[in-house]
């Protein structure tokens, strides 16, 4: 297992690398990334700048039985770019190794840092309709 803290850092790098682009360009682009682990901890970061950048209340990424990806946000019912397969199952098991769960199912708060400011997020993965589910919930 990497260590969750490296994972956690990369991952606010990432949100400060790009913290000027537009996220979901950036994620529309990432459909053929070759390193499926450093792809999963960039659309994690960009996940969380459009979180932040459109007051989302959450952001869920669904991992099908059929290794396809959905991501939906909870300000409205829209879909945002998915992941590739191999992507999203990365991005579910980084977010597991960062917020320490090693079962299917957890739940944690993360304290997150972007630029000049932090904030919690409450992360929690579960198995959902024969897939997994990773939901990142914005603070209000």
């Excluded at 682009?29 to 994690?44: R, V």
């Excluded at 992507?87 to 190794?97: E, L, S």
């Excluded at 309709?129 to 209000?140: K, M």
Aim: with cysteine.
């Amino acid at each position: 297992m990497k260590d969750s803290g490296n994972l956690h850092q990369q991952v606010q790098e990432m949100c400060d690398c790009f913290a000027t682009s537009d996220p979901l360009r950036e994620m529309s682009k990432m459909q053929h990334e070759s390193d499926a682990e450093a792809a999963a901890l960039k659309w994690i970061g960009l996940a969380v700048l459009h979180g932040i950048n459109n007051n989302a209340q959450s952001i869920s990424l669904q991992e099908n039985p059929d290794g396809t990806v959905t991501v939906l946000a909870t300000y409205r019912e829209s879909e945002l770019p998915p992941p590739a397969g191999a992507i999203g199952a990365h991005i579910i098991k980084a977010m597991r190794d960062i917020i320490h769960v090693d079962d299917a199912e957890g739940e944690s708060t993360l304290a997150f840092g972007v630029r000049n400011s932090s904030m919690d997020l409450h992360v929690k993965t579960e198995e959902k309709n024969g897939g997994q589910r990773l939901t990142i919930s914005f603070p209000a």
